[in-house]
T-cell receptor, first 110, second 113 residues
Framework: GIQVEQSPPDLILQEGANSTLRCNFS?????LQWFHQNPWGQLINLFY???GTKQNGRLSATTVATERYSLLYISSSQTTDSGVYFC????????????FGQGTELSVKP | KAGVTQTPRYLIKTRGQQVTLSCSPI?????VSWYQQTPGQGLQFLFE???????NKGNFPGRFSGRQFSNSRSEMNVSTLELGDSALYLC????????????FGPGTRLLVL
């Protein structure tokens, strides 16, 4: 099955710093998504980005499907950005079966 | 539009008991997927139901089962609970096409003593 590798596993930043999170896939995936898990456990959708680049405020994401990786950029980080970030993907026609990476735990210090 | 809802939010059971968790998808969504999250194994796919039929299944023992009703609400059941079943159980809904965004509910935290 597909393997999803996220890096780095942990990241500590000062407020205001920028960061890049990476997600590598062992095989082609279709529904590539980025999530932020809040302290209560809920997964919040950040991006649905099977290819290309999207931006939403201070967050942006780029997926290069041909090279099987995706990047999540966080600019001018805030303490509220702290938490675990997951990427996940599914193979073609199995969109309901997301395979998750192990996550990147981000801590933003004031 | 209301999001994905899960009940109960917290549950404490003892080994050997069984448990049923419920998930109501976003209105109009026909697919419901279930995931288990533990510190050791991370987020793992359990199964997916679409139009009352199991469409995909993960690598979990037969003690884990599910079903979906005609209104798309889904339940998952775990029989003969083990300590290792303690986890956050998340469900997600999808409209119907495969290339779509999955939306997750708040989860049910299950503690098995």
């Amino acid at each position: 099955g597909i393997q999803v590798e996220q890096s780095p596993p942990d990241l500590i930043l000062q407020e205001g710093a920028n960061s890049t999170l990476r997600c590598n896939f062992s095989d082609s995936v279709n529904n590539l998504q980025w999530f932020h898990q809040n302290p209560w456990g809920q997964l919040i959708n950040l991006f649905y980005i099977p290819s290309g680049t999207k931006q939403n405020g201070r967050l942006s994401a780029t997926t290069v499907a041909t090279e099987r990786y995706s990047l999540l950029y966080i600019s001018s980080s805030q303490t509220t950005d702290s938490g675990v970030y997951f990427c996940a993907g599914a193979i073609y026609n199995q969109g309901g079966k997301l395979i998750f990476g192990q996550g990147t735990e981000l801590s933003v210090k004031p | 539009k209301a999001g994905v809802t899960q009940t109960p939010r917290y549950l404490i059971k003892t080994r050997g008991q069984q448990v049923t968790l419920s998930c109501s998808p976003i209105s109009g969504h026909r697919s419901v997927s279930w995931y288990q999250q533990t510190p050791g194994q991370g987020l793992q796919f359990l199964f997916e139901y679409f139009s009352e039929t199991q469409r995909n299944k993960g690598n979990f023992p037969g003690r884990f089962s599910g079903r979906q009703f005609s209104n798309s609400r889904s339940e998952m059941n775990v029989s003969t609970l083990e300590l290792g079943d303690s986890a956050l159980y998340l469900c997600a809904s999808l409209r119907d096409r495969s290339e779509e965004t999955q939306y997750f509910g708040p989860g049910t935290r299950l503690l098995v003593l």
